[in-house]
Nanobody, 115 residues
Framework: QVQLVESGGGLVQPGGSLRLSCAASGSISSINAMGWYRQAPGEQRELVATITNGGSTNYADSVKGRFTISRDNAKNTVYLQMNSLKPEDTAVYYC?????????WGQGTQVTVSS
């Protein structure tokens, strides 16, 4: 069992920055990889960024060069640093933890980019 608690969402102006955090608890050793996904109104949930236990990262083309995923193993926390934010980044952002036989999801945190 893995529990994920997200924080850091909010309202930011275009061009601004925001950092999301996801704290994991429970069976931490079962996690193979973690990631961030987002879902805008009327849209399907899409992958934003992932990071494996080995530190390999992957990003959606739409956020490459602007977003950075990282982790702090001592704190069992994964982060998403979002820079140069655009209105189209507005969405609910969800933390994901992948285990061998499935996935766990956080509750989601709203990110709104607007002037």
């Amino acid at each position: 069992q893995v529990q994920l608690v997200e924080s850091g969402g909010g309202l930011v102006q275009p061009g601004g920055s925001l950092r999301l955090s996801c704290a994991a608890s429970g069976s931490i050793s079962s996690i193979n990889a973690m990631g961030w996904y987002r879902q805008a109104p009327g849209e399907q949930r899409e992958l934003v960024a992932t990071i494996t236990n080995g530190g390999s990262t992957n990003y959606a083309d739409s956020v490459k060069g602007r977003f950075t995923i990282s982790r702090d193993n001592a704190k069992n926390t994964v982060y998403l640093q979002m820079n140069s934010l655009k209105p189209e980044d507005t969405a609910v952002y969800y933390c994901n933890a992948k285990i061998r036989i499935g996935n766990y999801w956080g509750q989601g945190t709203q990110v709104t980019v607007s002037s």
